[in-house]
């Protein structure tokens, strides 16, 4: 990967547009980006962090999804309950497929409908999230790879196999916490108010602060805002904006080649508007076209605080649907536990 300018500077669109940024940097053809570093040695270099631990504990980095879950735009998601095999309880709105119980044994069931777009609540972005018009990573056409159902190329099913590495919680909020600057609470919650730009100084003293040791290529690092604490508790107020970083601090961890970079809110990068200076989503553009990393939103990491846990094993393994773009499953942290 070509050297990283840690800056502020807009890169120049039009030669984007123009194919600056290909071949990416894992050469022409290539669809991991940056999961090309995790390698078998790699995998094992993760699990070797739980070596000697006589007790573990799992922690899912999904938030629970609920009908209404506020979601960007036109998102949502919808969960209707099916019943078969007894009668509905008064007012019920779901769906019976009957109320007698089926055959000899007498059978009932439950299942649900779900109606969603994968790129709600806890997700993973593929490198298909974001381009240039028509030009995505690695020279890709998106006039060439859609199909109806997807896309034929850089889907979820081309993602390879599950995602096992060492993952790494940069608490930029606990930071601003004890520090007493720039934090709101809401139930008790910390939060980063409005829509602080986590600058580069922050996550280097969050990093100096939790004592994190150097990341390395293939790395999951995840930052810790507080905001997926208004998710339930005020949902306007967190689809109203959100905190995060912006190319400087961006370009900066995309200089360690992490293959995949997280964040509690909805979105990735500040929508301040002082910061970004009307490139909303810049930072989207050159994590999935000039870098090759996929990045994650909307992750629950108010567990992995409250445990006391900033450094596990990342697991994560999307739902295979071919041509999907984007994955709703949640990533997992395992991580040694206290005895």
């Known amino acids: 990967m070509d050297e990283i300018t840690i800056d502020d500077e807009m890169y120049d669109i039009e030669a984007v547009a123009g194919g600056a940024w290909v071949p990416g940097p894992y050469g022409p053809g290539d669809q991991l980006g940056t999961y090309n570093e995790v390698t078998p040695e790699k995998r094992a270099a993760a699990w070797s962090m739980l070596a000697g631990s006589a007790r573990l504990q799992t922690i899912s980095l999904g938030d629970v999804l609920w009908n209404g879950y506020p979601g960007f735009g036109d998102r949502d998601y919808q969960q209707q309950l099916v019943i078969a095999g007894y009668a509905p309880p008064p007012g019920y709105a779901g769906i019976s497929k009957g109320t007698e119980p089926m055959g000899p044994t007498r059978l009932s069931f439950h299942e649900e409908r779900v109606q969603t777009t994968y790129n709600i609540a806890s997700k993973v972005n593929g490198l298909l999230h974001c381009g240039v018009g028509d030009l995505f ?131 990735w990068g500040t929508v301040d508007a002082e910061a970004t200076r009307g490139f909303y989503n810049a930072c989207h553009q050159e994590l999935n076209m000039r870098f090759g990393i996929r990045f994650g939103e909307g992750f629950q990491l108010e567990e992995l605080a409250d445990a006391g846990v900033d450094r596990f094993v990342l697991t994560h393994a999307p739902l295979r649907a071919e041509g999907a773009t984007s994955s709703s499953s949640p990533a997992l942290a395992i991580a040694a536990q206290g005895t």
Request: with cysteine; aromatic share 10%; net charge negative.
């Open 137 to 267: 990573y690695n020279g890709f056409r998106g006039h060439d790879i859609a199909r109806d159902h997807g896309t034929s190329d850089l889907d979820v099913v081309s993602w390879g196999v599950p995602l096992v590495t060492r993952g790494f919680l940069i608490d930029v909020v606990g930071l601003k916490a004890e520090r007493g600057e720039g934090v709101a609470e809401i139930e008790g919650r910390p939060y980063l108010a409005d829509n602080y730009r986590v600058t580069l100084e922050d996550l280097e003293a969050a990093c100096a602060r939790q004592g994190l040791p150097r990341f390395e290529a293939g790395d999951a690092i995840m930052l810790r805002t507080g905001w997926n604490n208004l998710v339930r508790r005020d949902p306007a107020q967190f689809l109203s904006g959100s905190p995060g970083p912006w190319l400087r601090e961006t370009r900066w961890l995309a200089s360690h080649r992490p293959a995949l970079l997280g964040i509690d809110s909805w979105v």
